[in-house]
């Protein structure tokens, strides 16, 4: 999705006198749509009325930790942008566990999303100005205040661990029609945030080993939340983990992990499970690609970290990015050492060391199209060709897989290819992980999007309301968006999705295999691909 450009607020007495009406200051528009300081408070019983750190006289000021934030109000929708949660990643705090961020004096102006993250440029590349100074988070919250704090819903972003940016999300629509409380949120990407090293570890803290610092920062963007949500009108208490694609992995990894599991109450993965499919590192695999990057930059040097530090961040993030949609293989690292993810996912899933709080998982029906689509991934044009990327994809494995995938006609074989990595990379995994937690007992919901071509990352309009032509949307179909982002914002409000008016979605079991198929007219189907995702399943157990 693309960043939304500035808008203003449009002004009128009658505004003016609604807004006194309801408690909070008179705004004016000033400059690119920034909303000038307040001119009038509004005095209930001779003092402000405060409710959960947030004046009602004035709610585009706010109190965190760090100090006064001042926000923007589009629509009904009180903004607050480019936050920073943690100290800027430079320096010596490159390669290096996140650090909370230093306070500020006076008021800091909270109306501009921060820059993104340093990424290589390709297509699933965030627009927009980069720097390693980009771990910032954003809160889009409702105008009033309620008499009870809304639920929060925290969105990590996708793009392989690579690319992407909190500022390709408008969440307004998401916050006004769900009455929820929505945060978006960068995060290190490629090497700057997944690199293991030896050499690292050696200038580290034993129990911050090096490999997942770009989830360390999410980490802390979750602890932050759960900190200061409440300055915003949300309850900490009610904090729904979601995410998409690279955020899906990220939001099920922290599902599983020990040190990050309590920080959300709920989870939403959209296209990305932690049992299979997509990369996992272990250990000794990770400190392959590390000493790869090592060598390319910094082969003469005598001291590697201190090397690697002073190096730009573009030719840091540069490294192997032509190699693959991952990069030069940069994904989460499963370490014994590494307190946040000491064993594989479904290891910690099979012991119900996990939150149990409850989840929704799904894919959509045809991922694969959209890396061929972008040219990340070839198109496949004889059965020769087919047989060929998956000996070079699956190994040792292939000719399993050739059996299981059969296909006769050079007109079928890149049909055949996109079913079979939407099935092995996102499909059967979402099923997977719906059959190990029901074991445990955990409630979940497993879904099918199939709207349009229903490639991947197409169901992210539905889900925040904004149609995006790149993503297949350019308008979006009712009631699919409505009944799309009431389950979401339902699932965060009270752990189920379902709300009077919209199709009723069952709970997964293992005996009936249900899941919601969503498209123009939502419904319940039973065994999802089941033939397949019994053949998957074994594999990912096998491999766990």
């Known amino acids: 999705m693309s960043p939304r450009s500035s808008r203003s607020l449009p002004w009128s007495p009658m505004l003016m006198a609604t807004a006194l009406m309801l408690g909070c200051a008179a705004e004016q528009p000033e400059g690119e749509g920034e909303l000038a300081a ?51 990643p430079v320096g010596a705090l490159r390669f290096a566990p ?50 009870q704090p809304r639920p929060v819903m925290v969105f990590i972003h996708g793009g392989a661990f690579v690319a992407g940016a909190s500022s390709v999300y408008d969440a307004q629509k998401l916050s006004e029609t769900g009455d929820v409380v929505v945060v978006t949120l960068n995060y290190r990407l490629g090497a700057l945030g997944l690199l293991a090293l030896p050499a690292l570890d050696a200038a580290r803290n034993p129990a911050t080993p090096s490999g997942n610092d770009a989830l360390r920062d999410q980490q802390l963007a979750l602890a932050w939340v759960r900190a200061n949500i409440d ?26 992990s020990p040190e990050s599991r309590d920080l ?61 949609i991952s990069g030069a293989g940069w994904a ?16 910690l899933i099979t012991k119900g060391n996990y939150n149990k709080g409850g989840f929704m998982v799904g894919s959509n029906a045809n991922e694969w199209g959209l890396f061929q689509l972008i040219g990340a991934t070839p198109v496949i044009r004889t059965v020769t060709e087919l047989n060929a990327a998956i000996d070079a994809q699956f190994a040792e494995l292939a000719p399993l897989v050739k059996l299981q995938y059969v296909t006769l006609s050079d007109d079928e074989a890149n049909d055949t290819f996109v079913r079979l990595m939407t099935d092995a990379v996102f499909r059967c995994p979402a099923r997977v ?24 990352a197409y169901d992210i309009p539905y889900v925040f309301g904004e149609p995006n032509a790149r993503l297949g949307a350019p308008t979006l179909v009712e009631p699919l968006r409505a009944t799309m982002q009431t389950y979401w914002t ?48 074994a594999l990912y157990l096998l491999d766990s």
């Open 332 to 347: 989460p690292v499963i370490n014994a050492a590494d307190p946040f993810l000491p064993e594989h996912p479904i290891k």
């Open 98 to 147: 996140p650090v909370p961020a230093h306070s500020w004096n006076g008021t800091r102006q909270a109306l501009e999303f921060g820059p993104a993250c340093p990424q290589p440029a390709g297509s699933l590349s965030a627009p927009g100005p980069q720097s390693e100074d980009c771990l910032t988070l954003n809160v889009f919250t409702p105008r009033t205040i309620g008499a």
């Open 231 to 256: 300055a915003f009108g949300g309850d900490a208490a009610k904090v729904t983990l979601f995410g998409e694609s690279a955020g899906s992995l990220s939001t099920c990894l922290h599902m599983v």
């Open 490 to 537: 339902q699932f965060a409000k009270n752990g189920s999705p379902n709300a009077l008016g919209q199709p009723y979605w069952p709970r997964y079991d293992l005996l009936t295999d249900r899941y919601m198929t969503l498209d123009a007219s939502p419904s319940v189907g039973t065994g999802l691909l089941r033939v397949a995702c019994d053949f998957w399943g």
């Open 38 to 88: 307040a001119s009038s408070s509004l005095v209930l019983s001779g003092a402000e009325t405060l409710l959960g750190g947030v004046s009602a006289a004035s709610p585009l000021t706010v109190d965190v930790e760090q100090g006064r934030l001042r926000g923007k109000l589009v629509g009904r929708t009180r903004e607050f942008l480019g936050i920073p949660y943690a100290q800027p």
């Open 433 to 456: 992980l719906s059959r190990l937690t029901t074991v445990q007992g955990t409630p979940g919901y497993l879904y099918s999007f199939e709207q349009g071509n229903a490639y991947h």
């Open 264 to 324: 959300a109450d709920r989870f939403v993965m959209q296209s990305g499970a932690c049992v299979g499919g997509m990369p996992i590192s272990k250990k000794d695999d990770a400190h392959v690609v590390g000493a790869g990057l090592a060598a390319a930059l910094c082969s003469e040097a005598t001291d590697v970290v201190a090397c690697l530090r002073a190096k730009p961040a573009a030719e840091v993030v540069a490294y192997g990015a032509a190699s693959g």
